[in-house]
């Protein structure tokens, strides 16, 4: 049973940066992996992903440049690093994974991102 849980979240100002993991149970080594986020009255939307063996991780377009994707298969652990945040990154920050290239059908619960101005 595969099971996710991120961490690292919290509340930050304007131009600071964070770093988010997210600690995978249940053999994801060859899943792909990904971040969601959720802010409030919106839906959850796609920040960035990465195969399983770390090539070429992909991110929303508005986000490429601030934020980093990377992942660590020995400790089954997927790292978000955000930097320069901005208050329209608040929101709840999902870690994901992907058994089969079709879908991602493992979900952490989130946790929780603040940015003030």
């Known amino acids: 049973q595969v099971q996710l849980a991120e961490s690292g979240g919290g509340s930050v100002q304007a131009g600071d940066s964070l770093t988010l993991s997210c600690a995978a149970t249940g053999s994801t080594v060859r899943y792909t992996m990904a971040w969601f986020r959720q802010a409030p009255g919106k839906e959850r939307i796609f920040v960035g992903g990465i195969s399983w063996d770390g090539n070429g991780p992909n991110y929303a377009d508005s986000l490429s440049g601030r934020f980093e994707i990377s992942r660590d298969n020995n400790k089954e652990t997927l790292v978000l690093q955000m930097n320069n945040l901005k208050p329209e990154d608040t929101a709840v920050y999902y870690c994901?994974?992907?058994?089969?290239?079709?879908?991602?059908?493992?979900w952490g619960q989130g946790t929780q991102v603040t940015v003030s101005s």
């Open positions: 994901a994974a992907d058994p089969y290239g079709l879908a991602y059908d493992y």
